[in-house]
């Protein structure tokens, strides 16, 4: 059954959008959400027939198992924990507004076609579409809004939409990025690693309208253009800008890396491994990480970041690290998102 807020009059609401997880740690359960994620064409950008040979015979025979494992690692008795928190996200935020909130997952479940059909029987015309990526990616943002409008159609639905815009310097996600990050910065620390999803330098230029810009050169992100618009690590960096300097941090404590690559490509560098290991030889012994591209704490932040980066940074010298938790259930990113659903209903009152 979706989630979703019971019956309404014809008119508003809201849905919530992640990314998802299996349904369980099993082998077989891990297999069916990767093939669905790894088969979609803006997650892995290559012709169907060599996506296909890609998924079915270099990863699906092998990554489901370590990938299983991993899971049991942060697995809750709920579930998912990124699958619990978005949970609470919706139920939380359905408590500040008067109008109905769904949640549905790109991959997995609840699927986007099955509580778009639950909104559709709910007599619903108006929604705000809200996937909760602060950053424009196609392997994120984009996939969840085509994923969308293409089910609308394939469904026939009457349904007016409009999407929450990638927010990733907006005032308040960042002052609840640093609300949240206070407590753990006031206890000391050495550095503190803005640790963002990778993505394949590829997708960069084809999210570039221009094909000549995004990584022209080492300073293209500071460079006023067009193609920042969708540029994933620009916007990666201004919300870095926004943060140090909301906070108040010195060039010396803070520092920026990509996680959770895959395959032989280049992806966005710094790599998160690598820098851990690096600066622990260096001789930092304190790290805080923060992953400001989740919304929800999930395999790559518990599992990957707190267990395994962990690991590596104190096998190579380091002494504690820490990681911020994701935004989560935080008050302040409850209000946010408030916030610009009530811009948007504002926008949707006739003028009197």
Known sequence: MPDSVGD????KAVLLLNLGSPDSTSVGDVRRYLREFLMDERVLDAPWLIRAMVVYLFILPFRPKQSAHAYEQVWTPEGSPLTVISRK?????????????YLAMRYGKPSIAEVLSQISADDIGDLYVAPLYPHYAMSSYETVLVRVM??????????KTAFLQPFYKDVGYIEALVESAKPHMEKGFDKLLFS?????ERHLRKSDPSHTHCLSNPDCCSQPHPA??????????????KFVSKAELSPEKYSVSFQSRLGRDPWLKPYTDFELERFAREGVKNILVICPAFLADCLETLEEIAMQGK??????GGKSLTLIPCLNDHPA????LGEKVNEWLS?????S
Request: hydrophobic letters at 30%.
């Open 311 to 316: 690991k590596a940074f104190i096998e190579a």
């Open 150 to 159: 293409e089910e609308i159609a394939h469904q026939g639905l009457e349904l």
């Open 196 to 200: 963002f999803h990778g993505i394949p």
């Open 333 to 336: 990113i409850i209000d946010f």
């Open 347 to 351: 926008d949707r009152r006739p003028e």
């Open 8 to 11: 309404s009059t014809k008119g």
């Open 89 to 101: 996200q919706r139920k939380l935020l359905q408590e500040t507004l008067e109008i109905p909130v």
């Open 228 to 241: 920042h618009e969708t540029c994933y690590r620009h916007q990666c960096h201004q919300t870095v800008n």
